[in-house]
């Protein structure tokens, strides 16, 4: 092929590549733009060593038909177009997959992993030896050429001088074109990794400033794309996540102001109540009713478990009992109203609500209650030092609709004397051992206390009972009630 002109050599290869420079156009159209915005790299790479594959395989048969030249020429020519087209297709692949990129960048088209890894070591293993493969290959080439050549040159010091000199420049010409071919690619290759780079820091800068309004291009089917789904499943996450603390927050508004933010102002009595709950929301609950003839109602409930569900079904529990006050005429009488009413609403979700209901009458100076599968309440009599169970038979609400319930009545108090109401979180609380807080220390606890306030030995209650749970963590809602019983009979 040294001996065909070099005008006729370059009118063959423009020709070649002219022709695959028209088919590219509809084929890139055909075969690449139509497939995922992931595939079309790898497709523009088939696509583009393809074609020139085909330029030199037509160079090969027109050198072999139309002038007759060896099939080792023509091979040379399949190898030199194999090896440009592998560079030309790495670039244009590189530039289609920036082009996906900033197209997701700009419409975030895809939001999850891909369905497939292809690795990016991998990638950069099988460019990186197929460089150094076809280095070797053209560097052996010329130099066993070259070698060839000297053998023909005229054996005088200034003819080989000039000939070492031609290949000298030859090789140079050669390494710096594969040398400008290399860095093109490095280049390429590394802006598509600091696109990738920006686009993940930039969304993760927004994220960790609370805002997640963006998501991270998935555009390539490597570490990146699977690095930027899961990211992107973070960023959904967290929001939902903020989205619900966002909702519990208010709930946990809405059920406290539910609760009665200050105690009664009875004559003769000393209240404090408060809950606690493990959760943002929970299933305990405690209020206050002005009862018919100057009488007061208080009730301690504890729904079924804790947290949202738990809420939701104390939330309902209070409405029936407030609906059914407009008809009060004693405790027992008002749970059985409200009994066949959480009984239909809990019927599918198996719900139950323990309750303790007491009306303190200050002028009569009685006490009547209902338990209605809650823990008893305790009156410690202050001047004996004696408690006293207000106990009682009855089952939680929402059980058995048909169920009556039964009320027990207290005709005596001494003054001073206390009553406390609490849900089951205190008695069962645990410290780090194990050891529940139990009713010897509740009792213990108001003992000591009873001098004091009602907001006091509330206080007290709570205090004991956080120091002897120290880091466990509380495991259910906590709700109290302290009354204080300032009036006796002979006061009346």
């Given at each position: ?88 297709a790495t670039d244009m692949a590189l530039a289609r997959e920036r082009v996906a990129i ?106 960790s400033r609370g805002d997640f309004s963006r998501m991270v291009p998935v555009a390539t ?252 963590p509380q495991d259910d809602d906590i709700t109290l009630v302290v009354i204080k019983l ?7």
């Amino acid at each position: 092929m040294e001996s065909l002109p070099p005008v006729i050599l370059g009118v063959i290869f423009f020709t070649g590549f002219a022709i695959a420079f028209g088919l590219r156009i509809p084929l890139e159209q055909r075969f690449v733009d139509s497939a995922e915005v992931a595939m079309r790299p790898r497709r523009q790479f088939v696509m583009e060593g393809a074609l020139c594959i085909l330029v030199g395989i037509g160079i090969l048969l027109f050198n072999r038909l139309a002038l007759q030249f060896p099939v080792a020429n023509g091979l040379v020519v399949v190898f030199g177009s194999l090896m440009a087209g592998f560079f030309i297709a790495t670039d244009m692949a590189l530039a289609r997959e920036r082009v996906a990129i900033l197209e997701a960048m700009q419409h975030q088209d895809r939001l999850k992993p891909p369905e497939r890894l292809y690795p990016m070591s991998r990638k950069f293993s099988a460019i990186a030896l197929t460089t150094a493969l076809f280095v070797a290959v053209v560097i052996g080439m010329v130099v066993s050429h070259d070698i060839a050549w000297l053998r023909q040159v005229e054996n005088s010091q200034t003819a080989l001088a000039e000939a070492g000199m031609a290949v000298l420049y030859e090789i140079f010409f050669i390494m710096g074109v594969l040398l400008i071919w290399i860095v093109n690619l490095i280049v390429s290759y590394s802006s598509n990794l600091n696109l990738l780079f920006d686009s993940e820091t930039s969304v993760l800068e927004n994220v960790s400033r609370g805002d997640f309004s963006r998501m991270v291009p998935v555009a390539t089917n490597d570490e990146f794309g699977f690095i930027a789904g899961h990211t992107n499943r973070m960023i959904d996450g967290l929001k939902h996540r903020i989205e619900l603390i966002t909702a519990l927050k208010m709930a946990e508004e809405v059920q406290q102001s539910l609760m009665p933010q200050t105690p009664p102002a009875v004559q003769g009595l000393d209240i404090s109540g408060q809950s606690i709950y493990c959760d943002e929301t929970g299933g305990d609950y405690f209020d206050y009713f002005d009862l018919p003839g100057n009488r007061l109602g208080v009730v301690v409930a504890d729904a079924a478990d804790h947290g949202i569900g738990a809420a939701l079904h104390m939330a309902t529990a209070r409405a029936f009992l407030l609906y059914s006050l407009q008809s009060y005429t004693d405790p027992a009488a008002l749970l059985n109203a409200v009994n066949p009413f959480l009984t239909r609403d809990g019927a599918d979700t198996g719900r139950f609500t323990a309750l303790f209901l007491l009306e303190i009458d200050p002028g009569a100076h009685t006490l009547r209650w209902v338990r209605a599968g809650h823990d008893p309440a305790w009156i410690y009599d202050i001047q004996s030092g004696r408690f006293q169970e207000l106990s009682g038979k009855g089952m939680a609400l929402g059980v058995d609709a048909g169920h009556q319930y039964v009320e027990n009545v207290l005709n005596h108090w001494s003054p001073g004397s206390i009553i406390v109401i609490a849900t089951d979180g205190i008695r069962e609380a645990r410290n780090t051992a194990g050891d529940m807080f139990g009713q010897e220390r509740f009792r213990t606890t108001i003992r000591n206390n009873a001098g004091a306030s009602a907001e006091a030995i509330k206080t007290a209650l709570l205090e004991d009972l956080g120091t002897f749970r120290g880091n466990a963590p509380q495991d259910d809602d906590i709700t109290l009630v302290v009354i204080k019983l300032l009036a006796g009979p002979q006061d009346g």
